[in-house]
T-cell receptor
Framework: AQRVTQPEKLLSVFKGAPVELKCNYS??????LFWYVQYSRQRLQLLLR??SRESIKGFTADLNKGETSFHLKKPFAQEEDSAMYYC??????????????FGKGTKLTVNP | NAGVMQNPRHLVRRRGQEARLRCSPM?????VYWYRQLPEEGLKFMVY????????ESGMPKERFSAEFPKEGPSILRIQQVVRGDSAAYFC?????????????FGAGSRLTVL
């Protein structure tokens, strides 16, 4: 069964500190992985996807197939990064990401 | 572009009543997806529709739930005879084509509370 685990429900760091939001997945094939973010009172929006291999707002995430992880990292957290972060998986061969499997989310708070 | 519009944003129903949630996709998008988020849980896929067609409803509960996306008008998620366990946030997303090539754009969600 496909599963996405975000072990930390809450994560609190100080401004300027490095931040890592953990995501582990369970899937036998080759999934596509995503990070979605929801800022306060805003809609869920895509932050980044592993196939793009890009850095968005200073965040990066590397797919580690050996450890089945897709942790989200930023070297210097900013207060505006405070939000709910969801890791999501799209099973391969499903024709697209419409059947995203989401983790339960991690609430990141960046303190001044 | 107003994005994906969902209404109502909040809906309160008593057990046994019907709930209807509406979703208007982004302009130019013809693919609609519904997800449900139970308290303390992640979003779970329910159904994928194109205009007048249900493409994948593998995530829909077998009873009481139905979805449609008519030729004209918004997509509707209908829950009949609601129970307390239906209380959740229901998110709609849309894409221009099949989501493999496009990113899903999410609506703000509709929060259903069943008393």
């Amino acid at each position: 069964a496909q599963r996405v685990t975000q072990p930390e429900k809450l994560l609190s760091v100080f401004k300027g500190a490095p931040v890592e939001l953990k995501c582990n997945y369970s899937y036998s094939g080759s999934p596509e992985l995503f990070w979605y973010v929801q800022y306060s009172r805003q809609r869920l929006q895509l932050l980044l996807r592993h196939i793009s291999r890009e850095s968005i707002k200073g965040f990066t995430a590397d797919l580690n197939k050996g450890e089945t992880s897709f942790h989200l990292k930023k070297p210097f957290a900013q207060e505006e990064d405070s939000a709910m972060y969801y890791c999501a998986l799209s099973p391969s061969g499903q024709g697209g990401s419409e059947k995203l499997v989401f983790g339960k989310g991690t609430k990141l708070t960046v303190n001044p | 572009n107003a994005g994906v519009m969902q209404n109502p944003r909040h809906l309160v129903r008593r057990r046994g009543q019907e709930a209807r949630l509406r979703c208007s996709p982004m302009k130019g998008h013809s693919h609609v997806y519904w997800y449900r988020q139970l308290p303390e849980e992640g979003l779970k896929f329910m159904v994928y529709l194109q205009k007048e067609n249900i493409i994948d409803e593998s995530g829909m509960p077998k009873e009481r739930f139905s979805a449609e996306f008519p030729k004209e008008g918004p997509s509707i998620l209908r829950i009949q005879q609601v129970v307390r366990g239906d209380s959740a946030a229901y998110f709609c997303a849309s894409s221009r084509s099949r989501a493999g090539a496009n990113v899903l754009t999410f609506g703000a969600g509709s929060r259903l509370t069943v008393l």
